[in-house]
């Protein structure tokens, strides 16, 4: 049985950082591409980032290309998303969940509605 496991989420001020963690059990995590997602208030789920499992790349939406960073530690069989430069529109709940292949480099035009598991939130405020 497939299952992440989100952390690292917290209330940070704008300008500051966090590292997420997605700890993936019941497969071996680089066989599978993986994306970050986020759900604001309101909103549909949005990819945010995506590693892919044939060569490695990274995947990013506009709005966050240039400020997080997605990597794999396959010895942990864990991907994070290192956020840098915060800012309080990136307030959402995070998720991670595998994509296909095809999907990871556009990532950034995925949007998916419903209700996800239990995530880990973000807050940026001051």
């Known amino acids: 049985q497939l299952r992440f496991v989100e952390s690292g989420g917290g209330l940070v001020q704008p300008g500051g950082s966090l590292r997420l963690s997605c700890a993936a059990s019941?497969?071996?995590?680089?066989?599978?591409?993986i994306g970050w997602f986020r759900q604001a208030p309101g909103k549909e789920h949005e990819g945010v980032s995506c590693?892919?499992?044939?060569?490695?790349?990274?995947y990013y939406a506009d709005s966050v290309k240039g400020r997080f960073t997605i990597s794999r530690d396959n010895a942990k069989n864990t991907v994070y998303l290192q956020m840098n430069s915060l800012k309080p529109e990136d307030t959402a709940i995070y998720y991670c969940?595998?994509?296909?292949?095809?999907?990871?480099?556009?990532?950034?035009?995925?949007?998916?509605?419903?209700?996800w598991g239990q995530g880990t939130q973000v807050t940026v405020s001051s």
């Open positions: 969940a595998p994509l296909p292949p095809s999907s990871c480099a556009k990532v950034g035009t995925i949007k998916i509605a419903g209700s």
């Open positions: 019941g497969f071996t995590l680089d066989r599978r591409s």
């Open positions: 590693i892919s499992s044939s060569d490695g790349g990274t």
